[in-house]
Protein backbone atom coordinates (compact mmCIF):
# COMPACT_ATOMS: atom_id res chain seq x y z
CA UNK A 1 0.00 0.00 0.00
CA UNK A 2 2.82 2.62 -1.21
CA UNK A 3 1.31 5.45 -3.53
CA UNK A 4 -1.76 7.91 -4.03
CA UNK A 5 -5.40 7.72 -3.52
CA UNK A 6 -7.30 10.79 -5.12
CA UNK A 7 -10.66 11.81 -3.51
CA UNK A 8 -13.02 13.83 -5.01
CA UNK A 9 -13.04 16.02 -1.50
CA UNK A 10 -16.70 16.93 -0.50
CA UNK A 11 -18.40 19.55 0.26
CA UNK A 12 -17.67 20.57 3.99
CA UNK A 13 -14.87 18.20 4.38
CA UNK A 14 -11.08 19.84 5.58
CA UNK A 15 -8.11 17.54 3.85
CA UNK A 16 -6.91 16.60 7.63
CA UNK A 17 -10.87 15.20 7.80
CA UNK A 18 -10.04 13.50 4.14
CA UNK A 19 -6.53 11.97 5.62
CA UNK A 20 -8.64 10.14 8.62
CA UNK A 21 -10.73 8.89 6.12
CA UNK A 22 -8.42 6.96 4.21
CA UNK A 23 -6.32 5.97 7.77
CA UNK A 24 -10.42 4.15 8.61
CA UNK A 25 -10.58 3.22 5.40
CA UNK A 26 -6.92 1.35 5.92
CA UNK A 27 -8.23 0.36 9.40
CA UNK A 28 -11.61 -1.16 8.10
CA UNK A 29 -9.87 -3.68 5.59
CA UNK A 30 -7.49 -4.92 8.01
CA UNK A 31 -4.37 -2.99 5.73
CA UNK A 32 -1.98 -2.56 9.15
CA UNK A 33 -0.72 0.85 9.60
CA UNK A 34 0.93 3.46 7.11
CA UNK A 35 1.80 7.41 6.76
CA UNK A 36 -0.66 8.91 5.60
CA UNK A 37 -0.65 12.84 4.02
CA UNK A 38 -2.40 15.07 1.60
CA UNK A 39 -0.66 16.68 -1.28
CA UNK A 40 -2.41 19.81 -1.22
CA UNK A 41 -4.90 21.78 1.29
CA UNK A 42 -7.94 22.07 0.18
CA UNK A 43 -10.88 24.34 1.67
CA UNK A 44 -13.86 23.05 3.56
CA UNK A 45 -16.00 25.08 1.65
CA UNK A 46 -13.82 23.69 -2.04
CA UNK A 47 -14.67 20.42 -4.09
CA UNK A 48 -12.77 18.11 -6.09
CA UNK A 49 -9.31 16.75 -6.47
CA UNK A 50 -7.33 16.07 -3.02
CA UNK A 51 -4.19 13.58 -3.57
CA UNK A 52 -3.67 11.50 -0.57
CA UNK A 53 -0.13 9.81 -0.51
CA UNK A 54 0.29 6.81 1.35
CA UNK A 55 3.34 4.79 2.83
CA UNK A 56 6.21 5.80 0.47
CA UNK A 57 4.14 8.27 -1.26
CA UNK A 58 4.03 10.69 1.49
CA UNK A 59 8.00 11.43 0.59
CA UNK A 60 6.88 13.24 -2.45
CA UNK A 61 3.44 14.90 -0.77
CA UNK A 62 5.97 17.79 -0.37
CA UNK A 63 6.86 17.74 -4.30
CA UNK A 64 3.00 17.69 -5.08
CA UNK A 65 2.43 20.94 -2.94
CA UNK A 66 4.73 22.78 -5.51
CA UNK A 67 2.41 21.41 -8.37
CA UNK A 68 0.48 23.48 -10.38
CA UNK A 69 -3.43 23.27 -9.93
CA UNK A 70 -6.65 24.19 -11.95
CA UNK A 71 -9.71 25.21 -10.08
CA UNK A 72 -12.96 26.02 -11.78
CA UNK A 73 -14.68 28.92 -9.89
CA UNK A 74 -17.81 31.33 -9.06
CA UNK A 75 -17.70 35.01 -8.82
CA UNK A 76 -21.08 36.46 -7.41
CA UNK A 77 -20.64 39.89 -7.74
CA UNK A 78 -22.21 42.73 -5.78
CA UNK A 79 -21.03 42.00 -2.43
CA UNK A 80 -17.28 41.22 -0.76
CA UNK A 81 -17.00 38.88 2.44
CA UNK A 82 -14.50 39.22 5.34
CA UNK A 83 -13.35 35.31 4.31
CA UNK A 84 -13.94 36.12 0.35
CA UNK A 85 -15.91 33.44 0.23
CA UNK A 86 -19.63 32.57 0.88
CA UNK A 87 -19.20 31.45 4.66
CA UNK A 88 -18.21 35.24 5.36
CA UNK A 89 -19.69 38.41 6.55
CA UNK A 90 -20.62 40.74 3.97
CA UNK A 91 -17.73 43.82 4.38
CA UNK A 92 -18.90 45.70 1.12
CA UNK A 93 -21.48 45.98 -1.71
CA UNK A 94 -21.78 47.82 -4.69
CA UNK A 95 -24.66 48.24 -7.11
CA UNK A 96 -22.13 48.13 -10.39
CA UNK A 97 -22.28 44.63 -12.09
CA UNK A 98 -19.89 43.79 -15.08
CA UNK A 99 -20.81 43.15 -18.86
CA UNK A 100 -19.69 39.71 -20.17
CA UNK A 101 -17.59 41.94 -22.75
CA UNK A 102 -15.76 43.41 -19.82
CA UNK A 103 -15.12 40.81 -17.89
CA UNK A 104 -13.51 39.08 -21.18
CA UNK A 105 -11.24 42.22 -21.45
CA UNK A 106 -10.43 42.46 -17.86
CA UNK A 107 -8.71 38.63 -17.93
CA UNK A 108 -5.56 39.33 -19.58
CA UNK A 109 -4.87 41.88 -16.33
CA UNK A 110 -4.56 38.64 -14.73
CA UNK A 111 -2.81 36.05 -16.79
CA UNK A 112 0.58 35.25 -16.19
CA UNK A 113 2.97 36.94 -13.74
CA UNK A 114 0.95 39.16 -11.01
CA UNK A 115 1.12 40.07 -7.61
CA UNK A 116 -1.52 39.18 -5.27
CA UNK A 117 -2.33 40.05 -1.29
CA UNK A 118 -3.65 36.55 0.11
CA UNK A 119 -6.88 36.50 2.28
CA UNK A 120 -6.82 37.43 6.05
CA UNK A 121 -8.49 34.18 6.55
CA UNK A 122 -5.47 31.65 5.18
CA UNK A 123 -3.12 29.78 7.06
CA UNK A 124 -0.02 31.66 6.39
CA UNK A 125 1.36 32.58 9.68
CA UNK A 126 2.04 36.33 10.59
CA UNK A 127 4.41 36.43 13.83
CA UNK A 128 3.76 33.15 14.77
CA UNK A 129 -0.04 33.27 14.33
CA UNK A 130 -2.75 31.66 11.62
CA UNK A 131 -3.72 34.65 10.03
CA UNK A 132 -7.50 33.34 9.61
CA UNK A 133 -7.17 32.76 13.98
CA UNK A 134 -6.19 36.50 14.26
CA UNK A 135 -9.06 37.53 11.77
CA UNK A 136 -11.09 35.39 13.80
CA UNK A 137 -10.19 37.36 16.86
CA UNK A 138 -11.08 40.75 15.36
CA UNK A 139 -7.36 41.76 14.99
CA UNK A 140 -6.67 43.38 11.39
CA UNK A 141 -4.99 41.28 9.42
CA UNK A 142 -2.31 42.78 6.54
CA UNK A 143 -0.51 40.28 4.65
CA UNK A 144 2.49 41.05 2.14
CA UNK A 145 2.03 41.18 -1.32
CA UNK A 146 2.88 37.51 -3.07
CA UNK A 147 4.24 36.41 -6.79
CA UNK A 148 2.30 34.01 -8.16
CA UNK A 149 1.79 32.78 -12.08
CA UNK A 150 -1.83 32.49 -13.58
CA UNK A 151 -0.62 30.35 -17.06
CA UNK A 152 -4.43 30.22 -18.01
CA UNK A 153 -7.61 32.02 -17.13
CA UNK A 154 -10.48 31.56 -19.45
CA UNK A 155 -14.87 32.53 -18.63
CA UNK A 156 -17.60 30.87 -20.08
CA UNK A 157 -19.08 33.66 -20.78
CA UNK A 158 -18.94 34.91 -24.42
CA UNK A 159 -17.21 37.93 -24.53
CA UNK A 160 -15.95 40.16 -27.30
CA UNK A 161 -13.73 43.44 -27.16
CA UNK A 162 -14.01 46.73 -25.66
CA UNK A 163 -12.05 48.23 -22.39
CA UNK A 164 -12.69 47.00 -18.99
CA UNK A 165 -14.77 48.57 -16.82
CA UNK A 166 -12.71 51.67 -14.68
CA UNK A 167 -12.08 50.34 -11.56
CA UNK A 168 -13.31 52.36 -8.58
CA UNK A 169 -11.82 50.81 -5.80
CA UNK A 170 -11.12 52.52 -2.63
CA UNK A 171 -12.53 52.89 1.09
CA UNK A 172 -15.33 50.72 2.62
CA UNK A 173 -13.33 48.42 4.81
CA UNK A 174 -12.05 45.38 3.18
CA UNK A 175 -10.23 44.77 6.84
CA UNK A 176 -7.34 42.34 6.09
CA UNK A 177 -7.44 41.53 2.18
CA UNK A 178 -4.75 44.99 1.60
CA UNK A 179 -7.33 46.91 -0.85
CA UNK A 180 -9.54 49.10 0.37
CA UNK A 181 -13.03 49.63 -1.40
CA UNK A 182 -14.83 52.93 -1.86
CA UNK A 183 -18.51 52.82 -3.30
CA UNK A 184 -18.67 52.90 -6.57
CA UNK A 185 -20.63 55.40 -8.90
CA UNK A 186 -24.53 55.55 -8.63
CA UNK A 187 -26.71 54.33 -11.80
CA UNK A 188 -29.68 55.46 -13.24
CA UNK A 189 -32.57 53.13 -11.23
CA UNK A 190 -32.30 49.89 -10.21
CA UNK A 191 -29.37 47.87 -11.09
CA UNK A 192 -29.64 45.65 -13.76
CA UNK A 193 -30.14 41.77 -13.07
CA UNK A 194 -27.86 39.31 -14.82
CA UNK A 195 -28.74 38.77 -18.58
CA UNK A 196 -30.50 41.86 -19.02
CA UNK A 197 -29.55 44.58 -21.07
CA UNK A 198 -27.38 47.62 -19.82
CA UNK A 199 -26.87 50.22 -22.68
CA UNK A 200 -26.73 47.59 -25.08
CA UNK A 201 -24.61 44.81 -23.21
CA UNK A 202 -25.13 41.90 -20.86
CA UNK A 203 -24.38 41.97 -17.51
CA UNK A 204 -23.68 39.51 -15.10
CA UNK A 205 -24.82 38.60 -11.51
CA UNK A 206 -22.08 36.25 -11.72
CA UNK A 207 -18.99 34.59 -13.69
CA UNK A 208 -17.55 30.79 -13.72
CA UNK A 209 -14.06 30.92 -14.38
CA UNK A 210 -11.41 28.24 -14.65
CA UNK A 211 -7.93 29.05 -13.64
CA UNK A 212 -4.42 27.54 -13.94
CA UNK A 213 -2.35 28.53 -11.67
CA UNK A 214 1.00 28.25 -9.40
CA UNK A 215 1.32 26.84 -5.79
CA UNK A 216 0.55 29.70 -3.94
CA UNK A 217 -1.95 30.87 -5.42
CA UNK A 218 -4.73 32.17 -4.08
CA UNK A 219 -8.03 31.57 -5.91
CA UNK A 220 -10.27 33.77 -3.60
CA UNK A 221 -8.22 36.34 -3.96
CA UNK A 222 -8.33 36.41 -7.26
CA UNK A 223 -12.05 36.60 -7.70
CA UNK A 224 -11.78 39.53 -5.61
CA UNK A 225 -9.23 41.35 -7.56
CA UNK A 226 -10.65 40.31 -10.69
CA UNK A 227 -14.11 41.74 -9.15
CA UNK A 228 -12.51 45.02 -8.16
CA UNK A 229 -10.75 45.44 -11.63
CA UNK A 230 -14.09 46.15 -12.66
CA UNK A 231 -15.49 48.46 -10.25
CA UNK A 232 -17.77 46.19 -8.41
CA UNK A 233 -16.88 43.50 -5.23
CA UNK A 234 -16.90 40.01 -5.35
CA UNK A 235 -16.58 36.71 -3.53
CA UNK A 236 -16.25 33.20 -4.21
CA UNK A 237 -19.68 31.49 -4.04
CA UNK A 238 -17.98 27.75 -5.76
CA UNK A 239 -14.44 26.63 -6.08
CA UNK A 240 -13.49 23.31 -7.63
CA UNK A 241 -10.46 21.95 -8.05
CA UNK A 242 -10.27 19.57 -11.26
CA UNK A 243 -6.50 19.14 -11.36
CA UNK A 244 -3.61 19.02 -8.83
CA UNK A 245 -0.37 18.24 -10.36
CA UNK A 246 -0.33 15.03 -12.50
CA UNK A 247 -4.24 14.04 -10.88
CA UNK A 248 -7.32 15.12 -12.10
CA UNK A 249 -10.97 13.93 -11.68
CA UNK A 250 -10.94 10.95 -14.16
CA UNK A 251 -9.15 9.37 -11.25
CA UNK A 252 -10.72 10.67 -8.46
CA UNK A 253 -13.04 8.48 -5.92
CA UNK A 254 -15.85 9.31 -3.79
CA UNK A 255 -16.05 8.80 0.13
CA UNK A 256 -18.63 6.47 -1.08
CA UNK A 257 -16.90 4.76 -3.22
CA UNK A 258 -13.92 4.56 -0.65
CA UNK A 259 -15.38 3.10 2.35
CA UNK A 260 -16.77 0.56 -0.42
CA UNK A 261 -13.41 -0.60 -1.21
CA UNK A 262 -12.39 -1.06 2.46
CA UNK A 263 -15.48 -2.94 3.50
CA UNK A 264 -14.58 -5.35 0.59
CA UNK A 265 -10.84 -5.27 1.22
CA UNK A 266 -10.18 -4.22 -2.50
CA UNK A 267 -8.47 -0.79 -1.77
CA UNK A 268 -5.30 -2.23 -3.94
CA UNK A 269 -7.64 -1.60 -6.59
CA UNK A 270 -8.13 2.35 -6.41
CA UNK A 271 -4.24 2.84 -5.31
CA UNK A 272 -2.48 4.82 -8.25
CA UNK A 273 1.38 3.98 -7.84
CA UNK A 274 3.86 5.73 -6.71
CA UNK A 275 5.43 6.88 -10.20
CA UNK A 276 1.83 8.35 -10.62
CA UNK A 277 3.04 11.19 -8.73
CA UNK A 278 5.88 12.05 -11.00
CA UNK A 279 4.70 11.02 -14.17
CA UNK A 280 6.65 14.42 -15.49
CA UNK A 281 10.01 13.31 -14.90
CA UNK A 282 12.33 10.62 -16.75
CA UNK A 283 12.93 7.12 -15.52
CA UNK A 284 16.03 6.38 -15.01
CA UNK A 285 16.66 2.16 -14.92
CA UNK A 286 19.54 0.64 -12.77
CA UNK A 287 21.69 -2.35 -12.04
CA UNK A 288 21.04 -4.30 -8.84
CA UNK A 289 24.70 -3.18 -8.21
CA UNK A 290 23.76 0.57 -8.96
CA UNK A 291 20.20 0.53 -7.16
CA UNK A 292 22.23 -1.23 -4.25
CA UNK A 293 24.65 1.84 -3.85
CA UNK A 294 21.99 4.37 -4.05
CA UNK A 295 20.44 2.74 -1.54
CA UNK A 296 22.89 3.62 0.82
CA UNK A 297 22.94 7.30 -0.46
CA UNK A 298 25.81 6.63 -1.98
CA UNK A 299 26.12 9.11 -5.89
CA UNK A 300 26.56 7.16 -8.98
CA UNK A 301 29.57 8.14 -11.19
CA UNK A 302 29.49 8.31 -14.82
CA UNK A 303 25.82 7.98 -15.48
CA UNK A 304 24.72 8.58 -19.33
CA UNK A 305 21.89 11.28 -18.63
CA UNK A 306 20.43 14.24 -18.80
CA UNK A 307 20.66 16.70 -15.97
CA UNK A 308 17.68 17.13 -13.95
CA UNK A 309 15.32 14.97 -12.13
CA UNK A 310 14.89 11.46 -12.43
CA UNK A 311 13.02 8.54 -11.05
CA UNK A 312 15.55 5.33 -10.80
CA UNK A 313 14.19 1.79 -10.64
CA UNK A 314 14.71 -1.39 -10.41
CA UNK A 315 13.52 -3.65 -12.86
CA UNK A 316 9.68 -1.94 -11.69
CA UNK A 317 10.52 -1.44 -7.82
CA UNK A 318 10.83 2.42 -7.44
CA UNK A 319 14.58 3.13 -5.45
CA UNK A 320 14.84 6.57 -5.71
CA UNK A 321 14.09 10.12 -6.85
CA UNK A 322 17.57 11.51 -8.09
CA UNK A 323 18.90 14.21 -9.59
CA UNK A 324 21.62 13.54 -12.15
CA UNK A 325 24.11 16.45 -12.50
CA UNK A 326 27.53 16.02 -14.96
CA UNK A 327 26.68 12.50 -15.18
CA UNK A 328 26.79 12.17 -11.24
CA UNK A 329 23.81 10.63 -9.87
CA UNK A 330 22.15 11.48 -5.98
CA UNK A 331 19.24 10.70 -3.92
CA UNK A 332 16.89 13.45 -2.96
CA UNK A 333 14.45 10.85 -1.49
CA UNK A 334 14.71 7.08 -0.93
CA UNK A 335 11.97 4.75 -0.85
CA UNK A 336 12.32 1.54 1.26
CA UNK A 337 11.04 -1.13 -1.09
Known sequence: MHGWIILDKPLGLGSTQ???????????????????????????????????????ATKLAGRM??????????????????????????????????????????????????????????????????????????????????????????????????PPAKPVVEGLGASGTGLALQAPPPLRGPPPRSGEEFEGKEVLESATLTAHVSKGTYIRSLARDIALAMGTVGHVTMLRRTKAGPFGLDQAISLDKLAEAAMARELEHLLLPLRAGLDDIPALSLTPEQAGLLRQGRVLIGIASHDGLCFATLDDVPVALAEVRDGNVSVVRGFNL
Do not use: M, N, W
Open 65 to 162: LDSDKVYDFTICFGEQTDTLDAEGVIIATSDVRPTAAALEAVLAQFTGPIEQVPPAYSALKVDGARAYDLARAGEEVVLATRAVTVFSLSSSPAGGGG
Open 18 to 56: AVSAVKRALHTGGYGKYKVGHGGTLDPLATGVLPIALGE
